[in-house]
């Protein structure tokens, strides 16, 4: 069984500030990682992932996370938060033993301060 | 790439009719795709999966006589709520994957969402 744990649900930031969204996730089997964007009334939208290789993925608008196998952790981070970023993030793991179905962390809602 | 086109984007009836919601992949082959419900504030919810040519895979508690899922092709899946009625209202959002190489790994690709409000 998989299980995701995003801790915040609310994160306010300021424009320029660095933004960090923390997720933790369980899995039994080595784990695949999501990060996905949702603005209002939308689909989501793939920020970035972590299959294998390289720890440090980096994604799409300048968000980036890293892989802590030990920690069991997979943060987001954003150096310098534009106004755009104002959105819901999801992190989400999956596994092929899994039938490659998604479970999602709960969300963190980010707004950003002018 | 990796489109997901899902229509119609807002529906609105009344109790005791029956909508469908198209998904479709516009530039790839989704050989499974999945169905969620998200709820105001809240997580996306799981409700099926389903891979082209075979049965839908219900979540537990989701009711599959209510909630009809078909995959005919690789390229289309649709969901119909059956019977609907005010506590079915919800956003409806759908993903597609594809098992493309080895399939290990591969993202979901997410269509914009169905707003249902049955009155």
């Known amino acids: 069984a998989q299980s995701v744990t995003q801790l915040g649900s609310h994160v306010s930031v300021s424009e320029g500030a660095l933004v960090l969204l923390r997720c933790n996730y369980s899995s039994s089997v080595p784990p695949y990682l999501f990060w996905y964007v949702q603005y209002p009334n939308q689909g989501l939208q793939l920020l970035l992932k972590?299959?294998?290789?390289?720890?440090l993925v980096k994604g799409i608008n300048g968000f980036e996370a890293e892989f802590k196998k030990s920690e069991t952790s997979f943060h987001l981070t954003k150096p310098s938060a534009h106004m755009s970023d104002a959105a819901e993030y999801f992190c989400?793991?999956?596994?092929?033993?899994?039938?490659?179905?998604?479970?999602f962390g709960g969300g963190t809602r980010v707004l950003v301060k002018p | 790439g990796a489109v997901v086109s899902q229509h119609p984007s807002w529906v609105i009836c009344k109790s005791g009719t029956s909508v469908k919601i198209e998904c479709r992949s516009l530039d790839f082959q989704a050989t499974t795709m999945f169905w969620y419900r998200q709820f105001p504030k809240q997580s996306l919810m799981l409700m099926a999966t389903s891979n082209e040519g075979s049965k839908a895979t219900y979540e537990q508690g989701v009711e599959k006589d209510k909630f009809l899922i078909n995959h005919a092709s690789l390229t289309l899946s649709t969901l119909t709520v059956t019977s609907a009625h005010p506590e079915d209202s919800s956003f409806y959002i759908c993903?597609?994957?594809?098992?493309?190489?080895?399939?290990?790994?591969?993202?979901?690709?997410f269509g914009d969402g169905t707003r249902l409000s049955i009155l």
């Open positions: 993903s597609a994957s594809t098992t493309q190489g080895t399939g290990i790994g591969q993202p979901q690709h």
């Open positions: 989400a793991v999956s596994a092929t033993s899994a039938g490659n179905k998604l479970t």
């Open positions: 972590y299959t294998t290789g390289a720890t």
